[in-house]
């Protein structure tokens, strides 16, 4: 083609510049010409060259030592970090005012040890990152030193600094001790520590990871599809993105807060069987006043209704939101996030307005309408809001909150099961047809015809908490009965 052959007398005419010898005066007049040429470089300009060298550094193999510190060096500074090297060139320091981390490396450039060492500790080796360097997975160690970054994003000097670092330190030690007493005193597995336990299933802190909490796995995440056989999960193998997932940390509020900056519970005891901790009395000596306060980040922003957002903040004494979430149908935002969360591995996306969906099953075909404008109290369909992080401040608050997590996340994925990405035409034979109505904030209706008689029948579900849910059956007294409320309730329980 003519691409082509341009293609080709480009790269003739290259060759014959590159094989033409020239005089090394030549070449060094040239070069001083075009240092002549060359004006002071804007800010952007400089942005420009630094993007394309990290580019460049990014395409180059690492198999040395040099070229192993020149892209910990250029990593350290994609981050915003400082970066020296030992004077035997083997240790290379990634620095800042509040931690470093360490990487030591051989003559060769193979790694021996990576440690992370925050503000007056001593350094301690990170396995996660001496993995992702192992590989060479220099994308996943940049997102941990973005993490480190992100953990100090606090206001005040160093010194206030270290010291809400130290009462994130203290709640990670009261939290992790809460999670094995609840395990010591119920025996549970992986599966109930993350769905009852009084902290979820918790994962220590590691390199720029926070602490983080799985607390509620729906049965889509725990059985195998198509065979319906339970997935052996333990601690080890269990993703850190399965389920709902909250992350601990702390961050600054223009409130100002006592936080615990000493572990506060005491002894080993529990108060009851389910491994509740007691915890000392908050006083001057274990608590300070800082422009700060704890949060449970959540691993994607989830829909709550305006009441349990309430209750969140009834169970804190801190309000969800600084002021006040602008709110939306809350049926509209859990099939919204349902969708996204359908479409994470789809090219297909589907019309968001769309409260359609349809089901194949081996011997019936379903249409589900979500009918989430169906007006609840005042006139107006239930609301609800986006909540992405939760603000706390002391451990014993934890477990309240998760239960409501919880409780919000079962109601959600009751609704989120309607939502599907099957497509089949409106007006085929035999399409079973049923609507689903909010009653409250944990209850709905699903309306469909009697499979008998042609009268409209009704199943109501409520949902107590994440364990259980109530069903009952509203039919006309002529209707034949379809199926006991015990037996509904059975099934969608399980």
């Not at 590989?135 to 809400?164: A, I, R």
């Not at 608590?287 to 922003?301: E, G, Q």
């Not at 199943?459 to 015990?486: F, H, N, P, W």
Request: with cysteine; charged share 20%.
């Amino acid at each position: 083609t003519e691409r082509q052959s341009r293609m080709a007398v480009l790269l003739e005419r290259l060759h014959a510049k590159h094989n033409a010898s020239r005089p090394w005066q030549e070449t060094c007049k040239v070069v001083r010409q075009a240092m002549e040429k060359r004006g002071v470089m804007n800010a952007a300009g400089h942005q420009l060259l630094l993007t394309c060298l990290e580019t460049l550094q990014r395409a180059l193999k690492v198999s040395s030592l040099p070229s192993m510190t020149d892209r910990l060096e250029s990593i350290a500074r994609q981050n915003m970090l400082g970066s020296h090297l030992s004077p035997s060139g083997t240790e290379c320091y990634i620095t800042s005012d509040m931690f470093y981390v360490e990487v030591q490396l051989d003559t060769s450039g193979q790694l021996v040890d990576v440690k992370v060492a925050h503000q007056g500790e001593n350094p301690t080796s990170c396995p996660e990152l001496i993995q992702h360097l192992r590989e060479k997975n220099f994308e996943e160690f940049s997102k941990h030193l973005k993490g480190l970054v992100d953990l100090y994003k606090l206001p005040g000097d160093n010194k206030l600094k270290t010291k809400m670092y130290i009462a994130l330190q203290s709640l990670e030690l009261d939290l992790t001790k809460m999670m094995h007493m609840f395990r010591l005193a119920t025996n549970a597995n992986t599966v109930e520590t993350i769905l009852h336990g009084s902290v979820g299933l918790l994962t220590a802190r590691s390199g720029g990871h926070l602490v983080s909490l799985q607390c509620y796995v729906s049965p889509y995440d725990i059985f195998e599809e198509g065979t319906g056989t339970q997935l052996n999960l333990t601690d080890s193998n269990v993703p850190r993105s399965l389920g709902v997932s909250v992350s601990v940390t702390i961050e600054g509020t223009s409130a100002i807060y006592k936080l615990p900056i000493a572990p506060l519970i005491t002894g080993s005891h529990p108060v009851d069987n389910k491994g509740t901790p007691s915890f000392s009395a908050v006083t001057n000596s274990n608590c300070v006043d800082l422009p700060a306060c704890f949060f449970l980040k959540m691993n994607r922003p989830m829909p709550f209704s305006l009441s349990f957002i309430q209750r969140m903040g009834n169970a804190t004494s801190i309000p969800v939101f600084e002021s006040s979430p602008s709110l939306s149908p809350l049926y509209q935002l859990i099939v919204q996030s349902q969708r996204q969360h359908l479409e994470e591995g789809s090219s297909t996306p589907q019309p968001s307005h769309n409260m359609h969906f349809y089901s194949v099953l081996p011997d019936q075909q379903h249409c589900y309408f979500v009918n989430g404008d169906a007006p609840v109290q005042d006139g107006r369909s239930l609301q609800g809001a986006l909540v992405s992080k939760i603000p706390f401040r002391h451990p014993a608050q934890v477990p309240l909150l998760l239960d409501i997590i919880r409780h919000q996340a079962a109601y959600n994925t009751l609704i989120g099961s309607c939502v599907k990405q099957t497509s089949i035409k409106e007006d085929s034979a035999g399409l079973l047809q049923f609507e689903v109505c909010p009653l409250t904030d944990s209850s709905f209706s699903v309306s469909f015809q009697h499979p008998v008689n042609e009268s409209l029948v009704c199943v109501v579900m409520e949902v107590i908490d994440s364990r259980q849910v109530s069903c009952k059956l509203y039919k006309g007294l002529s209707d034949a009965l379809i199926c006991t409320d015990e037996f509904i309730t059975k099934v969608v329980q399980r």
